[in-house]
């Protein structure tokens, strides 16, 4: 009798309880429904913005690869470019040094055969024009913009050898712009040349 | 033997009745695993895009220090800086020795100047100029009537006007201001 109530107890319990189906499919719908909605559907969501965020990376990353390969191209072009280099200086030198200017004038009027009657140039500039060691150990790195230098010239000479100074401060390799000119009669038949110049440099 | 059929398919269409409950939960089960499995997936996705995105920002950080590092970089951005001011220079330079044929191509022969002025923003010239009477100004005057002449030298103005008498005869001073043509000035390819 006791072990046929214990039989009879067992099985009342142990099948509808815990094995019913029905419930577990329940449960199970819920817990898949839960499990997409807040942990899944976010965790996507979250994926999504990181490629998103991936591919602006990468492309990010692909154009500084590319600037950094152009940076090389010009670095190579730049040290493949010397004799350019050389006549970029010539025409906008990097140091203004008034003297230098003064000593192509005289170079330019002598190879005309024009007398040099007077010559006047300055610079607004207050930079130092010697002994700048940060210049000179570094060149490159000192804070450069275009600067001016701005002057009179005065030469004397025949029509023909004023034109041909005048042709030669114009092409000359150092760019030199002349913004007035005036020409009158000199004495013993000679004209004198009046030019109002600037001339430039990259300096500091 | 009825009485056994009818029961026997009483039977069988009980136990599918019995089943099919839990074959949907073992599918369900199943699609919870796929759930969980589809999760892990996203979860080293996830990590496996930022270990790229941190991959990629180190290779930024690198290349960045390298191109300021770059030794020839300094001089290379002052080239620039150079040639970009001296391109600017050059777009802008005059050349006045293309203006003295010009103005000999507009003058009589019986005409001569004393000096020449010439440069400002207005773009005009200033002659002082000699002939030897007034028909000689009245036809100096004429040439810049004609448009083959006046093309280059236009709005001309006589200002000044003086009779000189000398032993060798009278001659006309005066000054001429004319505005001329800036393209004349400017570079041209020979």
């Known amino acids: 009798m006791a072990i046929n109530l214990s039989k009879n107890i067992g099985t009342s319990i142990k099948m509808p309880g815990v094995r019913n189906p029905m419930i577990e499919i329940v449960l199970l719908i819920v817990v898949s429904a839960l499990f997409t909605w807040f942990i899944i559907l976010p965790k996507r969501s979250d994926l999504a913005l990181k490629q998103e965020a991936l591919a602006v990376i990468k492309k990010q990353e692909s154009e500084i690869a590319g600037q950094l390969a152009r940076l090389q191209e010009l670095v190579d072009s730049l040290n493949a470019s010397e004799k350019e280099i050389e006549l970029l200086d010539q025409s906008l030198p990097l140091n203004g040094r008034i003297t230098r200017f003064h000593f192509l004038i005289e170079a330019l009027a002598q ?77 013993n038949g000679d004209l004198n040349l009046r030019l109002t110049i600037n001339s430039y440099y990259f300096g500091q | ?46 990590k496996s895009i930022e270990e790229q995105a941190k991959t990629l920002q180190q290779s930024m950080a690198n290349k960045k220090k390298e ?58 010239i200033s002659l002082e100029t000699t002939v030897p009477s007034l028909v000689d100004l009245d036809k100096f005057m004429q040439v810049f009537d004609l448009p083959q002449f006046n093309k280059n030298f236009n709005d001309i103005r006589i200002g000044g006007f003086n009779k000189a008498q000398t032993k060798d005869g009278s001659s006309i001073k005066f000054r001429v201001d004319m505005k001329y043509n800036p393209q004349i000035i400017q570079y041209e390819e020979k």
């Open chain 2, 67 to 124: 191109a300021l590092e770059m030794e020839e970089r300094d001089e290379l951005l002052t080239r620039q800086a150079q040639l970009k001011a001296l391109t600017g220079l050059v777009g802008g330079h005059v050349y006045w020795s293309q203006l003295l044929p010009e103005i000999a191509e507009v003058t009589l022969k019986t005409a001569s100047y004393a000096s020449l002025t010439a440069g400002g923003a207005d773009g005009r």
């Open chain 1, 111 to 187: 190879q005309a055969g024009v007398t040099l009657g007077n010559l006047n140039v300055s610079s607004p500039s207050t930079g130092p024009v010697a002994g700048d060691l940060a210049a000179l150990d570094k060149p490159f790195k000192v804070d450069r913009k275009l600067q001016k230098l701005s002057g009179s010239v005065v030469v004397i000479g025949t029509l023909n050898q004023l034109k041909g100074f005048l042709e030669k401060v114009e092409t000359s390799g150092r760019l030199i712009d002349i913004t007035d000119v005036g020409i009158d009669a000199g004495t």
């Open chain 2, 1 to 46: 033997m009825p009485e056994i059929n009818l029961l026997k398919q009483n039977t069988s269409s009980g136990s599918f009745s019995d089943s099919a409950p839990k074959i949907f939960a073992w599918v369900l089960l199943l699609v919870l695993i796929c759930l969980v499995g589809f999760y892990v997936w996203l979860y080293f996705q996830s």
